[in-house]
C-alpha cells in the first residue's frame, strides 16, 4: 500500500496523464504545517515522468545537500540528474539586492536571463519538458527589500515561460505571512494566476503523530474546464507521502 | 445580464459621446471574471457589431492562449486577422528578453501563432500604450470613421505596473478617441484599495461583478463556488438611471453559462412570503409560551432541591400532571428505587465497589 | 503494523552517540550533527539538541526574561565545550552579560539532587511497573547518567547560582558586540559572515563547531528596529551562512514589537522554533489546574523542530512544557501534568512518562 505509485497526491495534481507541462503549480503552507514534500514530490515525478525532462530549482531556503538527501530517500538521485545536465540548482540563497531606492529589476532580470538561458541551452525537443521550481517565494520578497512589485514581475516572467516553451511552474508560499496584511498583492495574484492551487493546512484539532495536515488540491485551468477539488490528510515519511481520506486510517 | 452588455457594447457609441465601458470585476472567493470576459469577447467577434476590429490588450493570457480559445469555439483563424489584432504585453512586459537578446546571440524562438500580434514591451508607460492600441486600431479599421473596440485582459496588471492616475487618464483617452466603439477590461477587486476599484467604476458605464453564490466565508473554497455564483450588472443609462439586474452563472468546459434567478432561489424574493407548505413561524402566544419551558438540564434551583429528570419517573406518574419536563416540585425521591437481579452467581459484585481504592496515595 | 516495526528499528539503529573525538557534538540522523543546548531536558525533547548549521529562533515573552535562562545555558555550555562563541545584544556592554553565565555543577551536587529527585517522585503503586526511569524528563535520571564524571561531557547540568569561572571566557575565541549604536546591521553580519567562516562545511569530519547568539534582536532600542525588511534579509543570509558551517546560530527576539507578517515571515526562517511565556502570579485557577504549579517560572512551547536533511516533521506529542527552577539552581522542564479537572482533555496522556520517549520515536522515524 505505501508504494503505490498513485496515491491521492499524485492523482490531485493529475500525474496520471502527465499533465503539469503548461501549468502553475501553487502550494501554499503555514508555520505548523510545512508543504515542502510537495515539491519533493514533484520534483521525483518530473524526473520520471519523462526521459528528457529536466528541472530548474530556484533555492532560496535549504542547500543543494539537503534536497540531495531528501529525494535520494524517495528514490531520485539529484547529483546525478546534476551531472547528466537534468537538474539544474540555482542556488540563490544568499541572493540579496541593493538597499531601497535603487531598482530591484535590474537583479531579477538577471535571475531571469539564467533561467531562460538555461532552458535555451537544453534541445529544441527537451524545452517542453522543463520543470522550474521556486523552493519559497516569500524569501524573494526578503531579497528585493519587500518590493511586492519586482517579485510579481519576476515570477509573471517565470509564468510566461509555461505558455512560451510549454514549461510546469511550481511554487512554494507560506500563506500565515499574509493573513494580517489589508492587500496581499503576491498572494492573492498568485492564487489567480495558478492553474493548481496546493493548500496545506494543519489539522483543527492539533497536530497528530499519525496525521500530519490536510492537503486541498484545486484545478482551476484559467476556469476553461471544469473546476476539481481534492481534500485529503496526509502524513510525511522518509521514502513516501501517505494519504487518505479523512476517517479512512486504520 | 449578460446579453444586454453585449448588445450595448456592440451598439457602441453615438457621435461626439463617450464610448460605452465595461468593467468587469470578481475577487478570489469566485474567480471566474476571465470567462465573462472569453464571452463577450466571443459574442463580439461572431456578431455583428459597430465595431469592425478588436484590439486585445493581453497583460495575464498569453496570445497563443487567445488564438486556441477562438480556434476551439470555431472562429476562423485564418480571416480573423482581418479584424482582430492582440497587443502582446504578457510575453514581455518590461523588455527583459528583449535585453537578454540583444546581449547574448541567443535565437528567438517564433511562436507559430496565426493571430496577428504585436509585442509590447514598456508597459509602464501608459501613454505609450494608448498610441499603440490606437495605431493598432487604426491599422485594423483604417483612418476613416469606423470604429473599433478595445479589451483590456487585466486592469489589475495595469495597476500594478503604473499609477491609478494614468491608467485612468488611458481609460479616459481610450473612452473619448472617435474611432473607439467600446472598450472592456477586467478588474480583480481584491488586488487593489477600494480607491482604485471606485475610481474604475467611476470611469466606466457598466459594471459587471462576479460574485460567489453564497457569502458564507466559513470555508469559501467549496466546490459550488468554483463552479456557479451571481453575475450582477450595473448600467448608467443614457437618461440618468441606474439599471441592476442580476443573473446566475455556471462555469462548464464548454464555457459560462447565464441564466436568469429563478422564483426558488430566494435571493431576490426573500422578502415575500415563504412558499412552503408548513407553518415554520411561531405566533406571539407560542414564543412565549415556548420561553417559559423549562428544560430539564436548566438549572431549577429556586430554593428546592434540584431534580434531574431521570427518565423513570413518568412510568409512575404519568397519570395527572402536564409535560414532565415542566415539573420542578419537590418530590418524593424515595419512590425511586432500583431492583437488581444478579445474572448469575459467577459474576463478579464489582459495580459497588470504590474503583479508586487501591490507589495507595 | 509494518511502519511500527521499522520504527522500532530504525530506533535502535539510529540511537545518537556521543562522537569521541570532538567533545560536545554528536551524530543524529539524516547526517546531522547537534550540540548540547546546555539543558538537558530541551536536548531530550529536541531528540539529542540544536543542529549544527540550523537557524534557532527563540521568541520572547514581553513580560518575562526565560528566554535569557535559554541563552545562557547555550553560551555556557558552548564554553565550556571550547566552542568559539559570538554574542550580540543590544546592551551597551555584552561583555558583561558573560558574568552572569552558569558553571556545571559538582558531581557531588549532582548525586544528592538526584536521590532527592527519586524522593520526589509519586506514583500509584500499580503504575510503577509502566515507569521506565529512562524515558522520563522530569526523573532527569539520564542527564544524572551523562553528566557524572568529566565536564567534558556531552551536557552539562548547569548551576545558575554559580557563575562560571573567568578562564572560560577570557580566551580569544569569544567575541562580542553591541548593536545599540550600530546603523544598520551590515557591521554585525560582516563579523558574524568572518566567524562563521571558520566553521565552513567542507571536509567530512568536523573540527570544532561554533555558536552565536543574538540577544533580543529587534529590540526597539537599536538604530535598525523599524527597518523590518532589512531585519529579514539579515536573518536571511544569516541562516543562509549557518547552513553551510558547523555553527548554531541562537536569535531571540520579540514578536510583539513586530508587525504581525515580519514575525511570521521570522518563524517561517527558523529552523527550530521555541517560545517562553510568563504564567501568572498566583493564579488560584492555574494552582488549581496543574500539578506542580509552585515550582514553575514560565511555560516553553516547541513550535518546530530542525528538519535538516529530511521531509519528516518531528511531531512531539505535547509541545508544552514548564520551567522549573529545581533547587532554585537548575534549569528542568517538564510536561505540563494537568490535574484531572475537566475530563475532557486526555490528561493522563500527557504524563510525563510517556512524552520524552515519543519525542525520540518521532524524530528518528526512518
Known sequence: MEHKELNLLNEALGFHNNNLYGRFVLVEDTVDTTAAFVLHQILKHSFSSHPSSSVIFLALSHPFSHYDRILRKIGCNLAAQRDNKRFFFIDMLMLQFPDEGKPNDVGFAAVFEKIESVIKALPQDNTKFVTIMIDDISFLQVAANGSSNDVLDFLHYCYTLTSEYGCAFVALDHKDIYLNEEKPAIISEMEYLADILVKAEPLATGLAKDVHGQLMVLHKQHGISPVKIHNFHFKIKENSIECFYPGTKI | MAESICRSLRDGALEGELAPTLTIK???????????????????????????????????????????????????????????????????????????????????????????????????????????????????????????????????????????????????????????????????????????????EYMSSMVASVEPDHHSSENCLSEKNFTQGKFSVRSKRRNGRVRETSEKFKVEAEGISFASISAEDGTTVAGLLPKVQFNLQLSEKEQIDRAKVVLPFEHQGNGKPIQIYDGRRSLEESSGEGAPISRCKNEDSALGEIIYFRDSDDEMPDSDEDPDDDLDI | MAATRTRGSSFSRNVSTVTSQNSGLKHGPNGTTFLSSGIPDLDKILGGGYTLGSLVMIMEDAEAPHHMLLLRNFMSQGLIHKHPLLYASASRDPKGFLGTLPAP????????????????LRIAWQYKKYFDPQLNISSNNESYLCCTGAQQDYCNDLDLRKPLDRHFYSGMNVGCVSIQDSPDLASLQDQCAKFLSQFSRNEANISSAGRIAIQSFCSPQCKFANMEWHMLSFIRSLKAMARSSNAVVLVSFPPSLLSPSCSKRLQHMADTLLSVRAIPDEDKEMAKLLTGYQDMVGLLNVHKVARLNTQVPVILETTTFSIKLHKRRYLVLECLNQAPVDGSSGSSYNTSGSCSGSTKAGSLDF
Open chain 2, 26 to 200: 470578481d475577487s478570489l472567493a469566485s474567480p471566474f471574471s476571465f470567462n465573462v470576459f472569453s464571452h463577450i469577447l466571443l459574442q463580439l467577434s461572431s456578431q455583428k457589431s459597430q465595431s469592425h476590429g478588436i484590439v486585445i490588450v493581453a497583460l495575464s493570457r498569453s496570445p497563443s492562449f487567445y488564438a486556441d480559445f477562438l480556434k476551439n469555439k470555431g472562429v476562423e483563424l485564418s480571416s480573423s486577422n482581418k479584424w482582430i489584432h492582440i497587443l502582446d504585453c504578457y510575453t514581455d512586459p518590461l523588455g527583459w528578453k528583449d535585453k537578454a537578446r540583444k546581449s547574448g546571440n541567443v535565437n528567438v524562438v517564433s511562436d507559430q501563432i496565426s493571430l496577428a500580434t504585436s509585442s509590447y514591451k514598456s508597459v509602464k508607460d501608459m501613454d505609450k500604450l494608448f498610441l499603440a492600441i490606437t495605431d493598432l486600431g487604426r491599422g485594423l479599421v483604417g483612418e476613416n470613421k469606423v470604429r473599433f473596440c478595445v479589451a483590456i485582459d487585466s486592469l489589475s496588471k495595469l495597476l500594478r505596473h503604473a499609477s491609478l492616475q494614468s491608467v485612468a487618464g488611458l481609460l479616459s483617452n481610450l473612452r473619448s478617441h472617435d474611432q473607439i466603439s467600446s472598450i472592456f477590461g477586467l478588474l480583480h477587486s481584491d488586488l487593489h484599495e477600494e480607491r482604485a476599484t471606485a475610481a474604475l
Open chain 3, 105 to 120: 555543577a559538582s558531581a557531588k551536587e549532582d548525586k544528592t539532587r538526584d536521590l532527592t529527585n527519586e524522593k520526589d
